[in-house]
């Protein structure tokens, strides 16, 4: 027996960082939403008692490091299974992005792995299960749209945004998600307004969604890297509607709702960067382009 999941990537349309809390996490507040830019996993049944994981990316840890390997490790443990799981990940989300591709990997595993033993978990138990795996995988588990607290696992879904195009950018450098939230001191200057996107977005004002775009940790990242900030202007430049950094970056996204300006933005950003996108927003009412 063989199932199959997809595991969208996400961006911030939000992010505000409030304050660290004692036990290390930072309080966030932030506002998610899925891409149709998606690693594909392929989990099948082994006779034998043990967690196989295989992929064509060359440059992610296949062992117990591997954020799906750890999702079907947790299920067997707290469900008691004894089978074991063969699992392929077909990556197309870049990595260390700022996509959360590898919370993305965990919540399919979760979902897959539920349906090829047939254990029944409610989605809310997956979500559980996924917070001590990553912040991040609760939300991967169901996607949509949703407002985030706590440490990200406190989900408010929402209303999908207004469809439109996503362009993305990722330049070639690795940023760290615990470096740049280590680095991060809260300054009340440069609040993103999370009401402000969730506001638009109830009331299907793309523009003033766009005008709404903020993430607090671009005040770490932009600085550290000049050229996610100078990817931030080209995008503007060429178009843009809205432009914001996702997660800890560096992948830098421009949002855009006429066609006719997405090869623009596309063409223009590859002479800057080797990893370009070029997607729809995974809305419940569908519209997104085959990847
Ligand atoms: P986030 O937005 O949640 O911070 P990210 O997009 O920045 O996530 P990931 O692509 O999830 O980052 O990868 C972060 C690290 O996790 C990488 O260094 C990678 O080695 C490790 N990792 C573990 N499992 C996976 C996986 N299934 N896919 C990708 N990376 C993984």
């Known amino acids: 027996m063989k199932v199959y999941e997809k595991a969208p990537a996400k961006i911030n349309l939000s992010l505000d960082v409030l304050r660290k809390?004692?036990?290390?996490?930072?309080?966030?507040?932030?506002?998610?939403?899925?891409?149709?830019?998606?690693?594909?996993?392929?989990?099948?049944?082994?006779?034998?008692?043990?967690?196989?994981?295989?992929?064509?990316?060359?440059?992610?840890?296949?062992?117990?490091?591997?954020?799906?390997?750890?999702?079907?490790?947790?299920?067997?443990?707290?469900?008691?299974?004894?089978?074991?799981?063969?699992?392929?990940?077909?990556?197309?989300?870049?990595?260390?992005?700022?996509?959360?591709?590898?919370?993305?990997?965990?919540?399919?595993?979760l979902r897959g792995l539920n349906r090829l033993w047939n254990l029944n978990i409610p989605t809310d138990e997956l979500q559980r299960l996924g917070a001590e795996l990553g912040s991040d995988v609760p939300f991967c588990v169901t996607g949509g749209t949703a407002v985030a607290r706590g440490r990200g696992e406190v989900l408010e879904p929402i209303p999908d945004p207004p469809q439109c195009w996503v362009v993305l950018a990722k330049p070639s450098i690795n940023v760290s998600t615990a470096d740049v939230y280590g680095r991060f001191r809260v300054n009340p200057a440069l609040k993103p307004s999370t009401a402000g996107v969730t506001e638009a977005i109830r009331k299907g004002d793309f523009a003033a969604m766009c005008r709404s775009l903020g993430n607090a940790l671009e005040s770490v990242t932009l600085p550290l890297y000049p050229e996610v900030r100078q990817i931030k202007e080209l995008m503007v430049r060429l178009g843009a509607d809205g432009v914001l950094m996702s997660g800890s970056g560096p992948t830098v996204y421009a949002l855009v709702q006429r066609e006719s300006k997405v090869a623009r933005l596309y063409n223009g950003l590859r002479g800057f960067c080797k990893e370009v996108y070029a997607v729809r927003l995974l809305t419940s009412t569908g519209g997104g382009a085959a990847d």
Not at 66 to 74: D, H, R, S, T, V
Request: a negative charge; aromatic letters at 6%.
């Open 21 to 109: 809390r004692e036990d290390g996490y930072h309080e966030v507040e932030m506002v998610m939403t899925m891409i149709d830019l998606a690693d594909r996993l392929e989990m099948r049944e082994l006779p034998r008692d043990s967690i196989v994981i295989s992929s064509q990316a060359g440059y992610i840890p296949l062992d117990e490091k591997n954020l799906a390997f750890q999702a079907a490790k947790l299920i067997k443990e707290r469900y008691n299974v004894r089978q074991g799981v063969y699992i392929h990940l077909d990556k197309k989300i870049p990595v260390a992005a700022g996509l959360a591709g590898g919370s993305s990997d965990a919540a399919a595993a």
